[in-house]
T-cell receptor, first 115, second 113 residues
Framework: GESVGLHLPTLSVQEGDNSIINCAYS??????FIWYKQESGKGPQFIID?????DKRQGQRVTVLLNKTVKHLSLQIAATQPGDSAVYFCAENIGPGGGADGLTFGKGTHLIIQP | NAGVTQTPKFQVLKTGQSMTLQCAQD?????MSWYRQDPGMGLRLIHYSVGAGITDQGEVPNGYNVSRSTTEDFPLRLLSAAPSQTSVYFC????????????FGEGSRLTVL
């Protein structure tokens, strides 16, 4: 079956540096992608999303890039702060609704911020 | 608004016991879902509902039942718990279609002995 995956399970960065978290997907029919942040002991929180008709989308300190040619998604966090420490999940939509139904999540990347 | 509220936060069961995980949302979202989260497995969809009276199976539905009698509530039932159901369970809701922003509860940690 097709699935969403991540290149690295753990990413360690210095405070103040930029972080880049990568995600590979294999379902060419996926048309909607989301990044979630999960802090220890809490539920995932929405960060940013992007549809397949876009290559880039920016939020506050975060940017998502989508490369449909190589089926690759990345999340860039600018000027990483201690509060960014969390597990980050990418998710793709493979359902017919084009919305939240049928989301498939990757296994997550643990972002660790070094002081 | 309280958002998505799950109860209980922690539960220990013996094999064969039954229980219900409660989920309520006060955002008037049409869509609600249940996920389980296991180490190294990410989040896997158990069941979901696109509105009151409508439910459907996700990726891992076996051993779980759901119902959606109201827009606000979406309980998850384990009829005969098994050790393989030891996991952290998350309830989530969103507006139907359009934005896929899922709002998650804080999770319910279930241990089956």
């Amino acid at each position: 079956g097709e699935s969403v995956g991540l290149h690295l399970p753990t990413l360690s960065v210095q405070e103040g540096d930029n972080s880049i978290i990568n995600c590979a997907y294999s379902n060419s029919a996926s048309d909607y992608f989301i990044w979630y942040k999960q802090e220890s002991g809490k539920g995932p929180q929405f960060i940013i999303d992007i549809r397949s008709n876009m290559d880039k989308r920016q939020g506050q300190r975060v940017t998502v890039l989508l490369n449909k040619t190589v089926k690759h998604l990345s999340l860039q966090i600018a000027a990483t702060q201690p509060g960014d420490s969390a597990v980050y999940f990418c998710a793709e939509n493979i359902g017919p609704g084009g919305g939240a139904d049928g989301l498939t999540f990757g296994k997550g990347t643990h972002l660790i911020i070094q002081p | 608004n309280a958002g998505v509220t799950q109860t209980p936060k922690f539960q220990v069961l013996k094999t064969g016991q039954s229980m219900t995980l409660q989920c309520a949302q006060d955002m008037n979202h049409e869509y609600m879902s249940w996920y389980r989260q296991d180490p190294g497995m990410g989040l896997r969809l158990i069941h979901y509902s696109v509105g009151a009276g409508i439910t459907d199976q996700g990726e891992v539905p076996n051993g779980y039942n759901v119902s959606r009698s109201t827009t606000e509530d979406f309980p998850l039932r384990l009829l005969s718990a098994a050790p393989s159901q030891t996991s952290v369970y998350f309830c989530a809701s969103s507006y139907s279609g359009g934005s896929g922003e899922l709002f998650f509860g804080e999770g319910s940690r279930l241990t089956v002995l």
